[in-house]
């Protein structure tokens, strides 16, 4: 298990029926959390009353109740690092926390490497990994088929003051553009993946996790340098385990690295519990 206790503008405050009750910096949200099955003391509301909750839509979906009005965005930071968040569609704010854990990790090891790092992170989102790397003085190909939350990444960027770092932003479908540069010839020491559940590219190319992962490992393994830094696979898919991430990279990355997995989880303000949030999976030469 990994979790990063660096947050200062971000805590959850008390967990319970589904739901979640977090601060980001002086926002109080209330969201559902399918992880948490187990039953509160009292209603989280009463714990500290939330700024906004989201509530799921019985016919799938779900809205954003508001009990003040709230600024379009704000910043939250983690260590040298800003970025925007916002209440955004399906319970989403545009970062996710946990994956702090993570990003300290690549800035160790590409800080470690006392070299040149080029890193290609796919599905990249608003680039929370992105911003990392670029901290740590890595260059970075960011793609992901959104071009709204490409618009953000650019964004969160700017706000850590690194947009005069070597960036490129790539809208696209993350398979055809891997494809592209193995043609291109173009190699990465470092890939990072963050690929949804189910997903379509930029021209509506359907994307099933349980389905498409392996090959698209596999394609990705043909990117990577000869001198190799790490691949870091991420996923918040119900029942991909650990294990299951780390027999996926061990077959497919090449056999002269090691494997691991573990899961990511967030600390809580309750006493001893500690909230999973999804699997992560780490090749290493």
Not at 87 to 99: A, D, Y
Not at 134 to 158: F, Y
Request: hydrophobic share 40%; with cysteine.
């Amino acid at each position: 298990m990994k979790l990063n206790t660096e947050w200062k503008d971000y805590e959850i405050i008390a967990t319970g029926d589904g739901e979640k009750l977090e601060r980001w910096k002086d926002v109080i949200l209330l969201r559902p959390d399918p992880q948490v099955i187990w039953h509160a003391d009292k209603p989280l509301c009463q714990v500290k009353k939330p700024d906004a909750r989201y509530l799921r839509s019985s016919t799938g979906g779900g809205r954003w109740e508001f009990a003040r009005k709230l600024p379009d965005s704000w910043k939250v930071s983690w260590r040298n690092l800003t970025f925007a968040v916002r209440p955004m569609n399906f319970k989403h704010t545009g970062l996710f926390p946990e994956q702090a854990a993570n990003w300290a990790m690549m800035i160790d090891l590409i800080k470690q490497s006392d070299r040149p790092v080029s890193v290609l992170n796919l599905f990249a989102y608003t680039g929370g990994a992105t911003v990392a790397c670029l901290s740590a003085g890595a260059s970075v190909c960011h793609v992901d088929a959104a071009k709204n939350m490409v618009e953000t990444a650019k964004e969160n960027v700017a706000l850590s003051g690194l947009s005069d770092k070597p960036v490129r932003y790539i809208v696209d479908d993350c398979r055809k553009f891997v494809t592209r540069e193995i043609k291109r010839g173009k190699r990465y020491d470092a890939i990072i993946l963050d690929p949804p559940s189910f997903g379509r590219g930029a021209s509506g190319e359907e994307w099933k996790i349980e389905r498409d992962i392996y090959d698209f490992l596999k394609l990705c393994a043909s990117v990577l340098s000869d001198n190799p830094l790490f691949v870091l696979l991420n996923s918040y898919t119900t029942g991909l385990q650990p294990a299951v991430l780390q027999n996926l990279l061990q077959l497919t990355m090449p056999s002269y690295g090691k494997s691991t997995a573990y899961e990511v989880c967030l600390p809580t303000d309750e006493q001893g519990i500690v909230l999973p949030c999804g699997a992560s999976g780490l090749w290493m030469k």
